[in-house]
């Protein structure tokens, strides 16, 4: 006998309405991961009751953990569906349970509104501002050792996958999560973008800022592309502390 898998997806018709379970099952196929999975169900949307669905909504967009877009709760634990491989999946249990990410207002299924990140993002300015389009000639040099500091924290994806674990971050808080904290300290390191760290800095210890983080770690241990958060956010504490200080002394 052909080997399937069994599914028990978690789904949402609209964001107003209430969550159901449906189970579905798909032929096993050697390297498949979840997206692939997802793929074959929404080919052929039918339960393991054989009941006709509708197909089950999700984002994915890379298919190489690049995007962050595919990012859902497999097995309980947070993570990309794109890497998130069957077969480890199935060692884990006969059944994979997937779910939306909890933190984040759900769509439909297993999309999610990520809304809320990419403003955190704006807060911070998380970017290089730049006076136009045209050559502006060579930029200032940056040394090895500080592209070594920065690349780890250029590989954010914003998938919200350290949101998800952070116990702080929620509808009853205003933290901005890990991922905005440590771009930030990725753009104040940034030998044009270190214009605008004061302005990141008043954010950074303002409301929902640095002082909001309960030093869980969880977020690092969930990020998929083992990005230094911990050591982001402590250096983000270091530098509001010193910025605060500043303004209080006048100097």
Known sequence: MSKHVTLKIKRQDNPHGGSYWEAFEVPYEDGMNMTTVLQRIAANPVTVERQPVAPVA???CCL????GAC????NGRVRQACSALVDSLLAEGDEIEVAPMTKFPV???LVVDRRRM??????VKAWVRVDGYHDLGPGPRVTPQG???AYPLSRCMTCGCCVEACPQFNDHSAFIGPAAISQAVLFDAHPTG???RDARLEVIAGVGGITDCGNSQNCVKVCPKDIP???SLAKAGRDATIYKLRQWFGR
């Open 194 to 196: 270190k214009v605008d």
């Open 64 to 67: 190489e953990e690049v995007c």
């Open 118 to 123: 990419f403003e955190a993002l704006k807060r």
């Open 107 to 109: 769509v439909r299924d």
């Open 147 to 149: 592209q070594d500091e």
């Open 58 to 60: 999700y984002d994915c």
């Open 71 to 74: 990012t859902m709760v497999i």
């Open 229 to 231: 958060l911990t050591t």
